[in-house]
């Protein structure tokens, strides 16, 4: 992780993705998209957890990831609601003492735990981003703070099965450009930046 605090960083990503939610229409809903399963519906509702859990993780708190994602989308104002949940995370991980010592059962570092929530609001964003065919490029401050810390986490994510396998990217050939940074980073966590999905806006891996 970059110098940078992380609630900083959770800010930048936290700018991307909640425009991203609130200008997600109905008719988007069963939407497929690079996690194979979700459809758009369920990455929210995903994306509700994700942020609930870990301003929770922030504040030393036990969080719960078992079992369904809670319908967040059932509720009026959920749009809104993301955006205030959003940040609520920021103001967790700005709190005096967030990024020092451990967090949750597995007593991780916090920078690590606080590494998850970033990574999990960059990748979803643009999960989201492209399953309604909308375009997405995150801050390269967050995924060059991202990038070290998600080669560490892959191993042990893909055992746990957070991750995919890892999408091997073809060479620069030629007049061809280079893979990105933050595709090189989707790649890493199962994401094919490439692929397509059957209405041809995205493709991918687990989420």
Known sequence: MTDHRIADLLETAAARAVPL????PDEALGTPTPCAEYDVHGLLNHLFRVVENFTLLAARQ???FAGPDPDRLAEPDWRARFGTEAGRLVGAWAEPGAEEGTAGAMALPARTVAAMALLDLTVHAW????????PFEPDAEVVTG???E????APTAREMGFFGP?????????GSAAAT????????????PSAKLSHG???GAPG
């Open 21 to 24: 939610v609130r200008a997600t």
């Open 62 to 64: 036990p969080a719960d």
């Open 127 to 134: 999960d989201l981003a492209r399953a309604t065919g909308r």
């Open 146 to 148: 991202l990038a070290g």
């Open 150 to 153: 998600v080669v560490e986490m």
């Open 166 to 174: 890892e999408v091997h990217l073809p060479e620069a050939e030629g």
């Open 181 to 192: 940074p933050f595709e090189r980073l989707l790649a890493l966590t199962g994401r094919d």
């Open 201 to 203: 806006l995205s493709g």
